[in-house]
Each structure stands twice: as structure tokens, then as C-alpha cells.
């Protein structure tokens, strides 16, 4: 018993500070839902009742536990504090504790190890932080873009953006700290010459296309959008929609064209890149292939549909999550998310019909993808698995798709 004890009580210390950071990142993850989307600052003004105006003590901030102090209520008028508060709070600090331990609680030889387990033991919790600050980052993000996406139909900038600068300086970073000869397999597929420098070449399209969008040399897509919006709606009837993908696809042509320029200059380089730039490569690379999925399949249903299939707030968060997650993950969470929406369909059918005819509510995509990137981030063998069962012969048997693409260079 004391040898089991002195086994488990370092992890159970870690997974209980990683939870409490979790909650705390939930409390901020609950502010900003709440005040981006209405144009607020996270700032000012500082945390108080929506009832009385109370300014709240720093005691009734603290996470999940101010409020069972407060038994739900404000201290001052006695109005019920949302549950959604310690809900979000609970939810965020259990999934930053759930990676920490498939990160690094887990067998690293067994079959949870296949999460990634190994190359973050290997080389201890304080040398992979930038990889982690990064995943559960994504983590805090995707809650918060669920959150506003349920409510607004929109996915502010600032909740795909940040994720994504943490994804690819994250990696760049740990490309610097990590050994080069590390042979544990990265969390994320690795870049050679050829993939890295389409990569760059796309990145640096990217920044052309924001720099002719600035001056005014291009136009932005659905720029006038509001104009179609009725008063007390989020969503509005808008007729051009085949117009503005002929602008979208303008936006891109430069990345195209720099990305098969970069692709043509990687394959007259020979050798391996040093390890910062395979990170940053990496990443970069995950990002594209995110966010590429999603404009493609915006832009084709769009065009075929003649409205908004897809809004950009997807496009952003794939690719938020490709940044963190490398190219493999967000495409595997591409083709899961469409259950999640089917699932949601069925429970809404028979949620109408146990109250007889209840109107049934639409619910935007994003939260379906946000969802599909959880699973796979947090479940990685099972979806491994459920994919041999499925499609048996594409993962070959004892090892994960990641292993068998990582050397596509």
C-alpha cells in the first residue's frame, strides 16, 4: 500500500494542479464567451453582479468553489448565479487534467501510450511545457468558441487566433529545447525540406493576400453581410453567396501559387532540416491542412448551394487546431465531427418528440467540430481503433496512423 501510494501521489499532485489551472482557465473562458461577442473588454469592468452591480470579492472569483460558498447566489441581493459558471469551470479543468494524464500519467508501453505518452515521459513535464501550454491551450479555446458559437452562431477571431500563434510558437520553441536525437515519435508529424518550405511559401501567400486585402487591392467577402441581417437575428438570408467564393478564391490564389513554389524550391534541397525548423514546419503545415479542409469544402458547398455553407469561424478553428495538432489530427477530425451533428439530430428528434412537436433548435457546426477535436486529442486509440474496425487494412495492426505517415516528408 505505501509503495502504490508513493507511486500515485505525484500524479494525483500534478492532475490536481492541472485541474485547478484548468478551472481557473475556465473562469477566464466564461468571461471572454460572455464579453467578445458583445465588444466588452476582458478587463474592465472587473467581475461583478448582473443583478445588483455588486463588485464580486476576490474570494467569490475563485473557481468552482466561490460559488458553492455563495450556494448560487449573490452575497448582496440574493439573485441566482447561473450554473454555467462552476459548469464551465469543471469542464475545463477536467480536460486540462484528462491531457495531462494521457501525457504523461499514462503506460507509456501500454495501449494509452499510443497517445503520445511516450515522447512527453521521455523527456519530462517542464521540458515538453511550450508542446503542452500549447495542446491545452486549444483545449480552453475550443470551449470558449463552443460557447459563443451556440449563442451567436459566429466564432469571434480572438478565440482561433490565439490558439493558432500558441500551436506555432509552441512547437517552434520545443524544437528549440527538445534533443535532436530524440527517438520517441513527436505528437505531431514532423516537416522535411519539401513539406516545410510549401508550407512557408503558403504562409508568406497568406500574409501577400492580407496585405492586397488591407489596400484595398482585393475584396472582402461578405463584406456586406449586415446589410441582409433583420433586426433580432444572427443569421441572416444572404442571396450572393456564389459572388463572394469567386473573392475567396481570389484571396487564395496567391497562397496556392507560393505554396507550389515553396513545394518545387524543398525538392531541390537535400538532407534533413534542423529540428526547429521540422517544429515550425510542422505546424504551419497542420494549420494549412485545417483550415484548407474546411475553405474547400466552404467554397464547393457554397458554390453548389448559392448560400453560406460554412462560416470562416470553422475554417479558423480547424485551422487552430492543425497548428496544435499537426495535419493528421484535424482531418481525422474532420470526417468525425459530421457524427457528432447526426447524434445531435436524432437526440433532437426524440427530445421533440417526447414534448410533443417541441420547435427544434439549429445548432451551428462549430461546436460539432470543436467536439470531434477533443475526442480525438483526449481518445486517440479509440478512434485509432474504431478506424481498423471500420476501414481494416488503412492502419496497419500495433501502431497509429501518425506512425505510418510521419516519414511523408
Known amino acids: 500500500m505505501i509503495d502504490l501510494m508513493q507511486m500515485w501521489l505525484p500524479n494525483l499532485i500534478g492532475i490536481a494542479f492541472i485541474f485547478a489551472f484548468g478551472a481557473c482557465v475556465g473562469s477566464f473562458v466564461n468571461v471572454t464567451a460572455l464579453r ?3 465588444g466588452m473588454s ?17 474570494y467569490e472569483n475563485l473557481p468552482i468553489i466561490g460559488w458553492i460558498c455563495a450556494r448560487g447566489r449573490c452575497w448582496s441581493c440574493k439573485s441566482n448565479i447561473s450554473f454555467r459558471y462552476p459548469a464551465i469551470e469543471l469542464i475545463a479543468g477536467g480536460l486540462f487534467a484528462a491531457y495531462y494524464a494521457v501525457a504523461f500519467v499514462a503506460d507509456p508501453q501500454g495501449w494509452w501510450g ?17 508542446a503542452f501550454i500549447a495542446v491545452v491551450g486549444l ?30 510558437a509552441g512547437w517552434t520553441v520545443q524544437g528549440m529545447l527538445s534533443p535532436p536525437g530524440l527517438r520517441e515519435p513527436w505528437p505531431i508529424p514532423l516537416a522535411g525540406w519539401t513539406t516545410g518550405c510549401m508550407a512557408i511559401g503558403a504562409g508568406l501567400g497568406i500574409a501577400l493576400s492580407l496585405v492586397l486585402l488591407w489596400k484595398g487591392l482585393m475584396k472582402r467577402s461578405f463584406a456586406d453581410y449586415h446589410e441582409h441581417l433583420k433586426d433580432g437575428e444572427v443569421l441572416a438570408d444572404y442571396p450572393h ?28 534541397i537535400g538532407g534533413t532540416p534542423p529540428l ?25 458547398a457554397t458554390s453548389i448551394k448559392g448560400i453560406e455553407a460554412m462560416g470562416m469561424g470553422d475554417v479558423h478553428l480547424m485551422g487552430a487546431a492543425g497548428a496544435t495538432l499537426g495535419w493528421i489530427d484535424p482531418i481525422i ?54 478506424g481498423r474496425l471500420l476501414f481494416p487494412g488503412l492502419i496497419p495492426a500495433n501502431s497509429s496512423l501518425q506512425e505510418g505517415l510521419r516519414k511523408v516528408k
Do not use: N
Open 36 to 38: 467578445i461577442p458583445e
Open 139 to 168: 483545449l480552453g479555446a475550443l470551449l470558449a468558441a463552443t460557447l459563443t458559437d451556440l449563442k451567436c452562431f459566429s466564432i469571434p477571431l480572438a478565440f482561433t487566433l490565439t490558439p493558432t500563434i500558441l500551436g506555432i
Open 114 to 130: 499510443r497517445a503520445g505518452a511516450g515522447w512527453f515521459q521521455s523527456q519530462g513535464f517542464l521540458a515538453t511545457l511550450p
Open 241 to 268: 453567396g456564389r459572388r463572394e467564393m469567386v473573392r475567396e478564391i481570389v484571396f487564395l490564389t496567391p497562397v496556392v501559387a507560393l505554396a507550389l513554389a515553396g513545394w518545387l524550391v524543398g525538392r531541390s
Open 276 to 300: 526547429v525548423l521540422q517544429t515550425l514546419g510542422g505546424a504551419v503545415l497542420g494549420y494549412l491542412a485545417g483550415a484548407g479542409i474546411m475553405w474547400f469544402v466552404r467554397i464547393v
Open 333 to 386: 477530425a474532420f470526417f468525425l465531427a459530421p457524427f457528432s451533428g447526426l447524434a445531435f439530430i436524432a437526440l433532437a428528434g426524440l427530445w421533440g418528440a417526447i414534448r410533443q412537436g417541441t420547435s427544434r433548435r439549429e445548432i451551428p457546426y462549430g461546436p460539432h467540430l470543436a467536439l470531434a477535436v477533443v475526442v480525438v486529442v483526449l481518445l486517440r486509440p479509440v478512434v485509432f481503433d474504431a
Open 42 to 58: 476582458v478587463v474592465a469592468p472587473p467581475s461583478r453582479c448582473p443583478i445588483c452591480g455588486r463588485r464580486l470579492a476576490w
